[in-house]
């Protein structure tokens, strides 16, 4: 094949008649010449025939197909900038609807200044584009937190710098979080046969004496201490932002302990009075499926607002178990005032003025809409008969299939193939 010849098919030519299919197509180059757009289209579709259907991707878990009403709303709505509240109000509204529901579902405390679609007095969360987003969100707002808890406190140490606590497992947004933000990070390790998060683990870590902890060494590169600060009876949790806890693990599924988590922290904080260590729950797929198998279990996983007082934001991937398309997750608050007003932004140059609390500017509105079409659709007894059916079917390959019978080792091997997050 050249590229010799660049004049253009015509859309009289039969579709492979066209020399566009006789040479090379275009790569590297920006290409000069227009081609029909029949053309352009058969050549990308015929190109992505390399890639499965995504109905057969089993690795991401995220929500492949929406039925058509919801389609119908996804294809109304691509043109519409979803930032641009002033052009599209009512879309904003409708995102504020979603945050609320959800909110309301796991335990939020809304102040009766505000309504499902209009907030004047508080933020309770932001629609995002995926949980990686709805996580650095809420990360950004512990950081800042910390930092305003701590300014000017006699009991710091002026090279003091915050860290957030999780475990290995959790996903790669919260490594990316701290290299991005410039955030410590400290992890229990996760391992053969403890594949959670418990409420011993982050015992073990937020109690410990800062110079007897395991992460001693990390903590004093990561803060600069001077060879000679010795920070006497200061512990670990004193650096502690937040604690991490994922419900519905990246790996296996799994959820951490945070009900007991939260009495450990509550321990520590009898302790040390005048500071606070909240914690925020990964929800990414535990957060649509947990508010039902609960409904049933003879032992709840607790995770939201209203079962454990001291988490403060929950994210959930409304494109997985929310079962929208890909590109919309949530993140939300336990109350209107959690993210400090610094990092809530008053925006007045797209024709009027709103206020904005997100890592993105612009973004499509199209899978918003369609969060919200699946929740009024559905309803909670919809996703009930899903999540219902799930379960079964998880449960019928688990004893069925020789491969998923060894739980321990399928988890030993993921986390073997991913040890660190690191980037390449
Ligand atoms: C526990 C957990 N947190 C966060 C994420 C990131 O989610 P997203 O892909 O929506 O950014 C995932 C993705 O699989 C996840 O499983």
Redesign the pocket.
């Known amino acids: 094949m050249t590229n010799s010849k660049l004049t253009p098919g015509s859309s009289l030519d039969p579709i492979y008649g066209r020399p566009e299919f006789a040479r090379d197509i275009p790569r590297g180059t920006f290409p000069e010449e227009s081609m029909e757009g029949e053309t352009a289209y058969t050549l990308i579709n015929d190109e992505l025939g390399r890639d499965i259907a995504p109905k057969m991707n089993m690795a991401?878990?995220l929500n492949t197909t929406m039925d058509t009403w919801g389609k119908n709303l996804v294809i109304d709505s691509l043109g519409k900038n979803f930032i641009d509240h002033e052009e599209y109000p009512q879309t904003n509204v409708l995102a504020n609807r979603i945050c609320w529901m959800i909110g309301e579902w796991y335990g939020t405390e809304f102040s009766s200044d505000d309504t499902p679609d209009l907030w004047k007095s508080g933020m309770y969360g932001s629609v995002t584009i995926?949980?990686?987003?709805a996580?650095m969100l809420a990360l950004v707002a512990h950081r800042e937190r910390w930092k305003i808890r701590n300014a000017g406190s006699s009991y710091r140490n002026p090279n003091d710098r915050p860290f957030f606590l999780t475990s290995t497992h959790?996903?790669t947004?919260w490594d990316k979080f701290g290299r991005y933000y410039d955030v410590g990070q400290l992890y229990v390790p996760m391992k053969e046969g403890h594949w959670k998060m418990t409420g011993s683990d982050v015992a073990e870590v937020i109690n410990k004496p800062m110079k007897d902890s395991v992460y001693w060494p990390q903590i004093k590169e990561w803060c600069k201490y001077p060879d000679s600060y010795d920070p006497g009876t200061r512990t670990v949790g004193d650096l502690i932002m937040v604690v991490g806890c994922?419900v519905?693990?990246?790996y296996g599924g799994l959820s951490d302990e945070v009900e007991e988590i939260g009495l450990e922290i509550d321990k520590w904080q009898e302790k040390h009075p005048s500071e606070s260590i909240p914690i925020h729950v990964?929800a990414?797929?535990g957060g649509f499926i947990l508010p039902f198998t609960n409904e049933t279990a003879s032992q709840p996983v607790k995770f939201n607002f209203s079962d454990v007082p001291n988490v403060q934001s929950i994210n959930v991937?409304i494109?997985?178990f929310g079962n929208t398309y890909p590109g919309c997750?949530l993140v939300v608050f336990r109350n209107g005032s959690y993210v400090p007003r610094d990092l809530i932004y008053d925006i007045s140059y797209l024709g009027g003025s709103f206020t904005d609390f997100t890592v993105n500017f612009s973004r499509g509105s199209a899978v918003i809409l369609a969060a919200y079409y699946n929740l009024i659709r559905m309803g909670k007894s919809g996703y009930r008969k899903i999540i219902a059916n799930c379960m079964a079917n998880a449960t019928e390959l688990i004893t069925r299939d020789e491969a998923f019978k060894d739980n321990d080792s399928q988890l030993k091997i993921l986390h073997i193939h991913a040890p660190a997050h690191n980037p390449l």
């Open positions: 991401s878990f995926g949980s990686s987003e996580v959790v996903h947004c994922v519905g693990t990246t990964d990414a797929s991937s494109h997985k997750g």
